[in-house]
């Protein structure tokens, strides 16, 4: 079974122009914050957010670009309640901002068994899937696999 045949196929996807604010209203009824693809004009994926993208937001600064300054302390639990975030963020921050470009997506014609060894190496929970072209296609999760795994198996 291929990665194709059980991966979500309607996926909400951001641009890299997207504000912060639409970027939480579109995810406001959800109970969790999911790994978000971000696409190009022609649908070719070129990022994610995710949920620890999104928390960055309340760094004030970025821990990846200082990271090799010695006297700065190592990076802690920032209290998001003491922290100072303006109306004005939700407007003037957008995805490319926090967007990660780094990522892992998987191909569309990857093996079940691939996608979720890929996962487990990664320590990841979902990842876009992509056609040959680089193009979004759908997403795939951890749970769509053992779903999966247990219908095979009958206890669904």
């Known amino acids: 079974m291929q990665v194709k045949d059980i991966m979500f196929k ?14 939480l209203k579109l ?6 914050f999911p790994l978000v693809p971000v696409i190009e004009d022609d649908n070719k994926l070129a990022g994610v957010v995710s949920f620890k993208n999104l928390m960055n937001v309340f760094k ?10 010695p006297f700065l ?10 922290m100072e975030l303006t109306e004005e963020m939700g407007s003037l921050v957008i995805v490319e901002d926090i967007m990660q470009t ?4 998987i191909k569309q014609d990857s093996s079940l068994q691939e996608a979720f060894n890929l ?6 929970e979902e990842f876009p899937v992509i056609d040959n072209e680089g193009k979004l296609i759908g997403i795939i999760g951890v749970f769509d696999i053992v779903r999966h795994v247990f219908h095979q198996k009958g206890v669904i």
Request: net charge positive; charged share 35%.
């Open 10 to 23: 309607q996926v909400i996807a951001v641009r890299r122009s997207t504000k912060l604010k639409e970027l």
């Open 119 to 124: 996962m487990k190496l990664n320590l990841k």
């Open 27 to 32: 995810f406001s009824k959800f109970h969790i």
């Open 102 to 105: 780094k990522f892992i997506s």
């Open 60 to 69: 004030p600064y970025n821990p990846d670009i200082l990271k090799n300054v």
């Open 73 to 82: 302390d190592e990076e802690k639990d920032d209290d998001i309640f003491s």
